[in-house]
Every structure is written in structure tokens, then in C-alpha cells.
């Protein structure tokens, strides 16, 4: 069942006659993942998202907790970046991003909740089909591609963070539970160790047949632990992404001293890759030079993934740690030239 509705014109960048429309696997969650695919929708209508399901704070949290189902945030955002540039994409991405707030009542049932997470979950109680649930809900914002889940089932993540006593000054290890708090052990310490349960979980089989079919596979950018590594968590994805024939993209944070990664550098970011899942190689990453720090650890890091680095500027002017959308297509587009698929 095929929902795309056509091609989006190119924004600031130009097509040579033979421009081939690739086909575009991009795995993420969050803002990170509504960065690439506000980026990657302006240069392919092939176009997948395949998005983490381990949430499990605010509105998205609190409807895993009552229905038992899969949370349902990342999804919306994915699929409100991937809304058309006219008045339904638009008033349909406003939609689905709005969110209930009320001041007057805090105990209200409303309060926090975003539309299209209600909407999701309606598709998903009516349907009893996650899969294709989500594909009507593309279907009536008109979005270009589709979203899919890492997996159909509701996965957690936990963590352990390396810590020091306050009471003996030395190093403890602390168990960390759940994506929320693992967005925020970083801070306190350094986190050491990470891992989904169930582990063993299948994927969702739309996803790795993505995965398998793809011309390229996009990771990145995102929170480290809790939307970027998951996918090589899983064992199905790590399998998928190990022996597909597709290209491989990553691309990196502007960011790198979050509440999550404290201590750790844009090299630091890539080792992490390196250690739970060194048999996936990467055939490129784009990085902005102004945010490293070290540039030569950082290509040597590179190496151990394989991966030819691309530096180019892709934030936004005001300086703030956020991809711009021309910039990053920019980015990708000059990648998909230079190595081709």
C-alpha cells in the first residue's frame, strides 16, 4: 500500500537531467531524525524512517504505560517532518504537533498530550496493526515516504553510568532505567554501558526489508544512547545494516556535551559505534568542522568505521546546535554525488 504523493521540488539546490532518485533509508528518533528527514525529503520520494521505540517520558510515556503500546512521540515527529511544504502539510503537521496545555486545570487528562499522538493511537486501536496504522496516518497528512517502527514492540533501554560516591570520593557504577532518565545520566557521570530489552526483540520486518532494498542508509543525527545506538542494538537492525548492499551514512550531532554525553568528543561519539557494533562499516559521515574539536582523532576514528568524512556547514546561522534543512540536503546531496549508490 503505497501513500507517497510525488516529488517535492528541490529548494535551493539543483538537479543535473540524469539526477537518480534514491532510495532512502533514515533511522533515528526525535529531533534528530525530524532534522534529516526535513533534509533528505527535499532530494528523494523514496524516503523511510525507521524510528526507535524505547520512550518512555511525557505524553508518549504515559500512553505506553495504559495501552500497552508502542510510544508513540517519535513517530508523530517523524511523520510531521515528512508533511508537505503547502497549507494541508503544513495545518496537518501543526496538527499533529500541537499539544494540550492547560494552566487553569494541571490534573487534567488532556494536559500534555499531543493531537497526533492521540490520532496514532486511534489508528493503532482500530486497526490492531502498528505498521499499518501509521501508514493511514501518513496517508491523511499527505506525508512523502513512510515511518516505521525499529521494532513492534515496545522496547526499554537501560544504562550504567560510572559515577563518583559523593561520601568516599570513588568510582561507583549506577543502574540506569529507562530512555528518560538515560537522556540525563550523562551529566552526573559517565555512561559505560547499554542495552535494550528485550534484547532479543524482532525488528519490524517492513523495516529490514527497507533496509535490504535501500540505495542508502542514514543514521544520525540524535541523542547518542537513546535514538542513534538502538538501532545497532537490536540484533535483527545490526544484521541488516551489516549485510545490506546499500550505502551508509552517518551523520553527526552539532552538539556533542549534552546531558547524555558529558565527556565525551565527536571521536568518543564514533567509538561508541565502533564497540557495540563493529561489523557495520559506514561509507561516509558529514560533520561540521567547526564543531570538532579534533579533527585528526576524529578521521582516525573515522577509519575504524570505514567511513570517508565530508566536513560542511550544516547549522543553522544563529550558531544555536540545530541542523539547517537546506544546509543538511546540501550535505547529502554532494555525498550521493561524490560516492554514488
Request: overall charge negative; some cysteine; glycine content about 8%.
Amino acid at each position: 500500500m503505497a501513500f507517497a504523493t510525488g516529488p517535492i521540488p528541490i529548494q535551493g539546490l539543483t538537479r543535473s537531467d540524469d539526477y537518480r532518485n534514491p532510495s532512502v533509508v533514515a533511522l533515528g528518533g526525535g529531533h534528530g531524525l525530524s532534522s534529516s528527514l526535513s533534509a533528505l525529503r527535499r532530494l528523494t520520494t523514496d524516503l523511510t524512517a525507521i524510528v526507535t521505540v524505547a520512550d518512555d517520558g511525557g505524553s508518549s510515556g504515559r500512553l505506553r504505560g495504559s495501552f500497552d503500546v508502542l510510544p508513540p512521540g517519535d513517530l508523530r515527529m517523524a511523520l510531521a517532518a515528512l508533511c508537505d511544504d503547502n497549507d494541508w502539510g503544513r495545518t496537518w503537521r501543526d496538527v499533529m504537533q500541537y499539544r494540550f496545555e492547560s494552566t487553569e486545570n494541571v490534573e487534567e487528562p488532556l494536559n500534555g498530550h499531543a493531537v497526533g499522538n492521540l490520532l496514532i493511537l486511534a489508528l493503532w486501536e482500530l486497526l490492531d496493526n502498528p505498521v499499518a496504522g501509521l501508514r493511514w496516518a501518513g496517508a491523511l497528512l499527505g506525508v512523502r515516504g513512510q515511518v516505521l517502527p525499529m521494532s513492534t514492540t515496545p522496547l526499554s533501554i537501560h544504562g550504567e553510568v560510572l559515577e563518583t560516591d559523593p561520601v568516599n570520593d570513588t568510582l561507583i557504577r549506577r543502574r540506569i532505567d529507562g530512555q528518560a532518565k538515560l537522556a540525563r545520566a550523562g551529566s552526573g557521570g559517565l555512561v559505560t554501558q547499554v542495552y535494550l530489552e528485550p534484547a532479543d526483540a524482532p525488528a519490524c520486518s517492513e523495516a529490514l526489508e527497507s533496509i535490504d532494498l535501500a540505495d542508502w542508509v542514514i543514521l544520525g543525527p540524535g541523542s547518542w544512547y537513546t535514538s542513534v545506538l538502538p538501532h545497532l542494538l537490536l540484533p535483527d537492525m545490526r544484521q541488516a545494516l551489516s549485510s545490506t548492499t546499500a550505502k551508509k551514512l552517518l551523520t553527526m550531532n552539532l552538539a556533542f556535551e549534552t546531558a547524555e554525553t558529558s565527556g565525551m568528543d565527536a571521536a568518543a561519539h564514533l567509538e561508541v559505534l565502533v564497540r557495540y557494533a563493529p561489523e557495520v562499516k559506514f561509507d561516509a559521515i558529514i560533520a561540521d568542522e567547526s564543531k570538532i574539536r579534533n579533527k585528526e582523532r576524529f578521521e582516525l576514528a573515522a577509519q575504524k568505521l570505514g567511513a570517508r568524512v565530508f566536513f560542511s556547514t550544516v547549522g543553522v546561522s544563529d550558531g544555536r546546535a540545530v541542523h539547517d534543512p537546506l544546509r543538511l540536503a546540501a550535505a547529502y546531496h554532494e555525498v550521493f554525488t561524490a560516492i554514488g549508490s
